[in-house]
């Protein structure tokens, strides 16, 4: 853990509290500051305080059902959240050594087949609630590029593909399809399940931070970590859940009022040549990793 060897500070509203279902606030290390991203004055003196050496910035706004209800405030977290870090970070240049951004890869738009970090991004149709996600981290992203090339800030963008695991809150399919399979409840599986998406689990996730956190040569870049090894159909991810878990759920397919990723699977080379990036878990293992954890959650 990084906490046993650096002090940590956590700055979050807590709109989404993944913290507590962690003893992370018990350790010495690790310090939490209630704040929002919004507040740029809040923001600039919980850093001026602790002035960091490091920055994770993974404030944002995401999930499919919340960013449709509430497109406005997604934006505004996403790009002016970050905005205000960025600006923030300016008189802490001397003692910076990273700042990870972390982005999506929804920037992509709706089907992305073994994209690279050269690809063209999309910038979709104004007016469809479901890409103010995406365009407004890729507005962050050529945002924190911005403040390297103008200022020399130690910036590297990060693109998460579908990311899964033990601790995962929201409304991610994996998280959603586990809890209610072990409880036996329905599974729902919106539209006909053929929309296809590569699962990298969080370890293999965070092999990547790591290594970018080390690595001189990730300055300045952006990167996708997944794991295209492990691509599946929705309605085969749902199964293949059902059946690991030995659960009894029905699974259903409910309309889709949205509009979806039909495809998503990553080209992971340039992580893997600058970075040494090498995801080892397979779907299976992972997912019996993180069915594993949520029943223990629920046994507590």
Not at 70 to 75: A, E, Q, R
Not at 107 to 123: H, Q, W
Not at 237 to 262: C, G, H, M, Q
């Amino acid at each position: 853990m990084l906490c046993n060897n650096n002090e940590i500070l956590l700055y979050d509203n807590l709109n989404r509290n993944s913290i507590k279902s962690t003893n992370l606030l018990n350790h010495k290390n690790v310090k939490l500051i209630q704040g929002d991203i919004l507040d740029y004055e809040s923001v600039k003196s919980a850093i001026k305080e602790f002035q960091p050496n490091i920055v994770i910035h993974l404030a944002a706004v995401a999930g499919i059902d919340t960013v449709i209800k509430s497109p406005v405030n997604t934006m505004k977290v996403n790009m002016i959240g970050t905005y205000n870090l960025l600006e923030a970070l300016k008189d802490n240049m001397n003692s910076l050594e990273r700042v990870i951004d972390f982005s999506t890869s929804e920037v992509f738009g709706s089907y992305a087949y073994k994209v690279n970090e050269m690809n063209t991004t999309n910038l979709a149709p104004v007016g469809e609630a479901r890409w103010t996600y995406s365009v407004s981290k890729l507005a962050a992203e050529h945002l924190s590029h911005s403040y390297y090339k103008e200022y020399g800030m130690p910036v590297i963008t990060v693109r998460p593909f579908n990311i899964y695991g033990p601790g995962q809150v929201g409304e991610g399919a994996i998280h959603q399809f586990v809890v209610r399979a072990i409880s036996d409840e329905q599974i729902q599986i919106h539209g006909e399940g053929d929309q296809i998406r590569s699962w990298c689990y969080v370890d293999d996730f965070m092999q990547g931070i790591m290594l970018c956190l080390e690595k001189e040569e990730a300055i300045g870049q952006s990167f996708n970590i997944g794991n295209p090894r492990a691509t599946v159909t929705i309605a085969m991810l749902a199964e293949t859940i059902k059946r690991i878990s030995n659960s009894n759920s029905e699974i259903k397919y409910v309309s889709k009022n949205y509009v979806d990723v039909e495809l998503r699977i990553p080209s992971i080379e340039k992580a893997k040549e600058l970075l040494g990036f090498k995801p080892s878990y397979d779907l299976i293992e992972g997912l019996t990793k993180t069915i594993e954890w949520y029943r223990g959650v629920n046994n507590d």
